[in-house]
């Protein structure tokens, strides 16, 4: 160890004639460096405040961190379908994962920019992901008519469907195109408001769906609202029968429900339900001569979870027919899904068609939030379904998942 070191003592003893000769200095380089940082500080601070505040806007810039967990078990036709010595071996029925949501929002009188990057990620040194990231929102907006009693916006840009429309079973689209909206603000009869637009389904094509939705808030200050909502994804013919097949919906949703608080438990309580129906569905062989295109859904949440202590409870039953929404688009219970195998597909070994589909089932999902502080929340959902009786393929599927959750 002792000769290791001398070169080291040897290489410090040669530098102290330097160091004498250099510490004069010592005072003004120091004072060289500081005046830098002082200048590169007051240049990013007048930098910030040229681009946010001059400008007459407000940015806000928010985010959370998640951690999950996810169990589940899925069987088809009595037998596993997911984890080991099952159909999809490959396929965990036990999964890790870690997120990062990242929120900016800039806003001015008149105008406004909103964009949104998810960083959603498979945990695991082995079977693991680092690199998905996802642009789920990026769009803009401005205010046409600012009136006293209504206003009309324009976005254009991209957002998730359910940013814009409500439904626990469908809305799982992008929705990549032109949104208008109509609010009007009533003291008498409530808060009415009415948007939708097009976008983009194929680029190349093209091919676009139209989507929009008209509801009523606060009926006559009673608590009541209402929601009636219509999307089109039949708007194009194709040579290919599969494609036609997969855009043959013109779903209809009628939403009903009613907000109060009950005085023994004093928490915001909101039961609702909704109706669905596809008015494009078609009589298919593999149906049968069944017209499988309803759904309907029933819940009821319970309680608002914003601050420390606070808790929140949504509970809903599904009742999904396999031609009621388009697979693409389904955001409900479903059945798992690891097969990935929409209504109608053919089977090369066998030469006929095979029918599976997420969205043929009945089945119920309950999930409760609470908050420990005010920034962490913890999330835990149960959710169970079985197939109905449209299609061939038995499904049975459950899943338990908890998640941590930092927002700020």
């Known amino acids: 160890m002792e000769i290791k070191l001398r070169p080291l003592r040897f290489f410090i003893l040669s530098l102290l004639p330097i160091l004498a000769t250099a510490a004069p200095n010592f005072d003004n380089i120091i004072k060289s460096d500081m005046k830098q940082l002082e200048e590169l500080r007051e240049w990013i601070e007048a930098k910030n405040h040229v681009t946010v505040s001059k400008r007459g806007g407000s940015l806000s810039v928010s985010g959370d961190v998640r951690a999950k967990y996810i169990t589940a078990n899925e ?20 999964k890790f994962g870690v997120a990062f949501n990242l929120l900016f929002d800039y806003r001015t009188d008149a105008t406004w920019a909103v964009s949104k990057l998810k960083f959603d990620n498979t945990a695991g040194i082995f079977g693991g992901s680092e690199n998905r990231i996802q642009l789920e929102r990026a769009f803009l907006g401005f205010r046409l008519i600012d009136a006293e009693k209504f206003v009309i916006d324009l976005e254009p840009g991209r957002r998730k469907l359910d940013y814009a429309f409500d439904s626990r079973v469908q809305f799982d689209s992008y929705m990549d195109g032109l949104m208008v909206s109509y609010t009007q603000s009533s003291n008498n009869f409530g808060d009415f408001y009415i948007h939708g637009g097009p976008f983009v389904v194929f680029n190349v094509v093209p091919q676009f769906a139209y989507v929009g939705e008209i509801g009523v808030l606060n009926a006559f200050n009673t608590g009541l609202y209402g929601k009636y909502s219509l999307i089109d994804w039949d708007t194009k013919d194709y040579e290919n029968p599969m494609l036609n097949i997969a855009f043959e919906f013109v779903v209809h949703q009628l939403l009903l429900g009613y907000k109060f608080i ?17 008015s494009a569905a078609r009589h298919h062989d593999y149906l049968h001569g069944h017209l499988a295109n309803i759904a309907w859904y029933l819940g009821f949440s319970m309680g608002e979870a914003k601050k420390k202590g606070d808790w929140a409870l949504d509970t809903n039953f599904q009742y999904v027919q396999p031609q009621s929404i388009p697979q693409f688009d389904f955001r409900g219970i479903g059945n798992g899904g690891t097969d990935n195998i929409g209504l109608d597909v053919l089977n090369p070994g066998q030469n006929r068609l095979i029918s599976l589909g997420r969205t043929n089932f009945f089945g119920w999902q309950i999930e409760f939030l609470y908050l420990p502080t005010n920034n962490i929340t913890v999330s835990q959902s149960f ?12 499904y049975y599927y459950r899943q338990y998942r908890i998640e941590f959750i930092y927002a700020w």
Do not use: C
């Open 75 to 94: 069987i088809r036709d009595g037998y596993r379908n997911i984890g080991r010595e099952s159909y999809h071996p490959l396929v965990g029925d036990n």
């Open 262 to 278: 009950p005085p023994w438990i004093n928490r915001m309580t909101i039961p609702y339900g909704a109706f669905l129906i596809n």
């Open 383 to 394: 959710k169970i379904s079985r197939s109905l009786h449209f299609l061939p393929t038995d």
